[in-house]
């Protein structure tokens, strides 16, 4: 009865979440969509696997998956955030390298993503070789690894920041900090539910009868609190932050214009001459 009602709790407060994550992803638009399209995501996965929870055994292989892949999304999420953040802290961002960036990140949590479900697929079917427990804890590895990849870049770009202080009374900059802190903010909650799928999956293949896995106290504190404290500051900056689009699109109009001024002023000066 425990697992249905945090099944429930979890479908519920998701199917709430996941309108203001859609408000998110409408109002940041191609600004943001590398951060909120993932955000969207991983709320309906969650979505899944609360409606498996209420419906179907919560323990089974696609409960499991889905629960393991739930992290990419945040991940890849927040990534995308720090990228919008960057971009409007500062306007001399070289677009190009971070694209180049986040595609290798994308590429790296995805491989951890791949690994894990393929380990799980075949260790919950009764195949209980080495290799693919070694698959298993490699991808779990190279999640950990994205994590840590994805910390360094916070710092960098909470540094980028406050580098950029001098613009702090633009509108589109203060937009641009609070996302790039509140990233900063969720991440430590990233490493708690980061740290109960190692140690959970770890136990699924050793010790499948251990208590930890059957306890809801762990699942609420290490597993649900981490993810829904996490998604709610990113929904909630993402709704502050919500006029950074159309600010950001007016200041790089304003660039343009000041370019083509001063280009038309060198013409001018050159044909006089």
């Known amino acids: 009865m425990a697992t249905d009602a945090l099944s429930a709790a979890k479908l519920a407060i998701y199917l709430v979440l996941i309108q203001p994550a859609l408000f998110c992803l409408w109002k940041h638009g191609r600004t943001g969509f590398l951060g909120w399209f993932f955000v969207q995501i991983f709320c309906v996965l969650r979505i899944a696997t609360g409606g498996i929870g209420l419906h179907g055994n919560p323990k089974d292989e696609a409960a499991l998956i889905l629960s393991s892949i739930g992290l990419s999304p945040l991940l890849l999420g927040i990534s995308g955030i720090l990228y919008e953040g960057r971009r409007a802290v500062n306007p001399r961002l070289d677009r190009k390298r971070d694209i180049i960036l ?26 209980v070789e080495p290799k693919y427990k070694s698959l298993l804890y490699v991808g779990l590895a190279v999640s950990c690894v994205s994590w840590g990849i994805l910390t360094l870049w916070a710092v960098w770009s909470y540094l980028m920041a406050r580098e950029n202080s001098s613009y702090a009374s633009m509108q589109t900059v203060d937009n641009g900090k609070i996302l790039i802190k509140g990233a900063f903010v969720a991440l430590p909650f990233v490493a708690i539910r980061l740290a109960y799928g190692v140690v959970s999956l770890h136990l699924q293949v050793t010790h499948p009868g251990s208590g930890f896995l059957t306890s809801e106290a762990v699942q609420v504190c ?42 038309n002023v060198l013409q001018q000066q050159t044909e006089y001459k």
């Open 102 to 127: 986040e595609l290798g990140y994308h590429t790296i949590v995805n491989l951890g993503m791949v690994l894990i479900v393929v380990a799980i697929v075949k260790i919950m079917k009764g195949d």
């Open 222 to 263: 290490l597993s649900f609190l981490p993810e829904l404290i996490c998604i709610s500051i990113l929904v909630f900056v993402g709704v502050i932050t919500r006029s950074l689009r159309p600010d950001l699109k007016k200041r790089e109009q304003e660039a343009i214009g000041l370019v083509s001024d001063q280009e």
